[in-house]
């Protein structure tokens, strides 16, 4: 059971870990105004707006900036790598 958890740990971490880098990068991307016919923006469009989409709802956007890619960055990294990570690894080391 240890060694599951452990992975189930590990894999979610990479999953955050990653969702975190392509937030980061679309956001850099979008300061250059890409083509929108290009695979990797649409790639991360898709794979980023079901994530920023519910925040972008709930915060408004003030002085024009979309605070939606900060917030989610924050809560992949604390919520995602900080709380559920961490406490699927004391679960796993208390078996």
């Known amino acids: 059971m240890t060694n599951l958890l ?4 590990g894999i979610l971490n990479t999953v955050f870990e990653l969702l ?3 937030i980061l990068i679309r956001c850099l991307i ?3 105004n ?3 016919y290009n695979r990797l923006e649409y790639f991360m469009g898709r794979i980023t707006e079901p994530l920023l989409e519910p925040i972008r709802e709930v915060v408004p956007q003030y002085g024009g900036i979309d605070w939606s890619p900060f917030i ?3 809560a992949l990294h604390y919520l995602g790598q900080v709380f559920l990570v961490r406490s699927l690894i004391d679960l796993a080391y208390s078996f």
């Open 72 to 74: 989610a960055a924050l």
């Open 20 to 22: 975190f880098w392509i």
């Open 6 to 9: 452990l992975a189930i740990a």
């Open 30 to 32: 979008s300061w250059v």
């Open 34 to 36: 890409p083509d929108p």
